[in-house]
């Protein structure tokens, strides 16, 4: 099951790993809570109620593990920063991850291959709002791209 839906596992500590943990120690930490939690997991039969539990319990953990983490303390003068990635893919996700919920992970799931259908089970909201949502992200991101 992990296997099955490691793009939504990797897309949600990819998201958070962007306040300053690194995206590794985040899935270790999803996939233990997972494993933990692998009766509750188990007993549920229908894949994309699973999928909408295993993304519950993976936002939940990195949620958990930001709150305990402490504050990073700045740099040493002279230290030598590495080079920012402008590459455009990584200029998407910055502006995506601007984005306020459930907008962001609406536009995250339809990347990543969901129907509209799927999206609205796991998030509780129907196809036509999903793709009403949708449609008005990605005008958001176009117009903040064009910029």
């Known amino acids: 099951m ?3 839906h490691r793009g939504l596992l ?3 500590c990819r998201r958070y790993g962007r306040r300053g943990l690194d995206e590794d120690d985040l899935l270790q930490e999803v996939l233990m809570a997972l494993w933990q939690r692998r009766g509750q997991l188990l007993s549920i039969s229908v ?14 953990t990195c949620i958990d593990i ?14 030598d ?3 920012e990635d402008t590459t455009p893919r ?12 459930p907008d962001r992970t609406i536009v ?6 969901y129907d509209y259908k799927e999206i609205g089970q796991r998030l509780g909201m129907s196809k036509n709002n999903i793709g009403v949502r949708l449609m ?3 005008e958001r991101l176009r117009k903040e791209w064009e910029r």
């Open 2 to 4: 992990v296997l099955r």
């Open 10 to 12: 990797f897309a949600v």
């Open 47 to 60: 894949a994309p109620k699973q999928a909408a539990w295993m993304w519950r319990v993976a936002r939940s």
């Open 66 to 79: 930001l709150r305990g983490t402490p504050p990073s303390y700045p740099l040493p003068e002279g230290y």
């Open 81 to 83: 920063t590495p080079e």
């Open 90 to 101: 990584r200029d998407l996700h910055e502006m995506i991850a601007r984005l306020d919920e």
């Open 108 to 113: 995250t799931l339809h990347l990543e291959g």
């Open 136 to 138: 008005r992200a990605k």
